[in-house]
């Protein structure tokens, strides 16, 4: 069982930037896929970023490409999402997740998640 806490989230002007994290409760092994999702009211959940525990592959939604940043620090468990030049339309409750094995960006193939931290972006 792998528990995940997001933190980081909050009430930023559009322009600004956030960074949120990601702690696991144990270390994840090397073949999981970490992965950040959003969702805003009324809409469905959406992919937002992932990376693997190793190697360097980092995978974005063209949405958010060149904004949002994720990163991992192994040696604390915990995943990282820098999000920079927010808009309003960023607006959603932000969600960690993970799921053994190879990246997928259905949220759907995601086995653990966080509790969510809600980020709004005011115009």
């Known amino acids: 069982q792998v528990q995940l806490v997001e933190s980081g989230g909050g009430l930023v002007q559009a322009g600004g930037s956030l960074r949120l994290s990601c702690a696991a409760s144990?270390?994840?092994?090397?073949?999981?896929?970490m992965g950040w999702f959003r969702q805003a009211p009324g809409k469905e959940r959406e992919f937002v970023a992932a990376?693997?525990?190793?190697?360097?592959?980092?995978y974005y939604a063209d949405s958010v490409k060149g904004r949002f940043t994720i990163s991992r620090d192994n040696a604390k468990n915990t995943v990282y999402l820098q999000i920079n030049s927010l808009k309003p339309e960023d607006t959603a409750v932000y969600y960690c997740?993970?799921?053994?094995?190879?990246?997928?960006?259905?949220?759907?193939?995601?086995?653990?998640w966080g509790q969510g931290t809600q980020v709004t972006v005011s115009s």
């Open positions: 144990r270390r994840t092994f090397s073949t999981y896929t």
């Open positions: 990376i693997r525990w190793t190697g360097d592959n980092t």
């Open positions: 997740a993970a799921r053994f094995g190879r990246y997928y960006s259905d949220y759907r193939s995601y086995d653990y």
